[in-house]
């Protein structure tokens, strides 16, 4: 695999080539080969993706056909519209006085 760094900059040709390794699969490679792990294992860890995968399937196809409704989209924090500040809906205080 070969990454160019252009004008001396590493730290981009770092991110560049951790993306390519990142779609080729190979960190997700080496976490799998981190461990034997047994045929037996393997299989059912193999049955249980494709069941998973399976499931997901469904629940996007029933949600596109309005059998479902569709997921409530997930409020991150700093993201725009997002509520400022940890306890947002609290009040500040917990209304005790400790003086």
């Given at each position: 695999m070969k990454v160019d760094?252009?004008?001396n900059n590493v730290d981009q040709a770092l991110r560049a080539l951790k993306k390519k390794l990142q779609r080729e699969g190979?960190?997700?490679?080496?976490?799998?080969?981190?461990?034997?792990?047994?045929?037996?294992?393997?299989?059912?860890?193999?049955?249980?993706?494709?069941?998973?995968r399976a499931r997901k399937a469904?629940?996007?196809?029933?949600?596109r056909e309005g059998l479902l409704p569709?997921?409530?989209?997930?409020?991150r924090p700093g993201a725009p519209g997002?509520?400022?500040?940890?306890?947002?809906?609290r009040p500040a205080s917990s209304?005790?006085?400790?003086?």
């Open positions: 760094v252009r004008d190979v960190f997700r490679e080496m976490k799998a080969r981190r461990a034997y792990e047994k045929p037996s294992e393997r299989r059912v860890r193999e049955k249980q993706d494709a069941i998973r469904a629940r996007k196809q029933a949600q569709a997921p409530k989209p997930k409020l997002a509520a400022a500040g940890a306890g947002a809906g209304g005790f006085s400790r003086d």
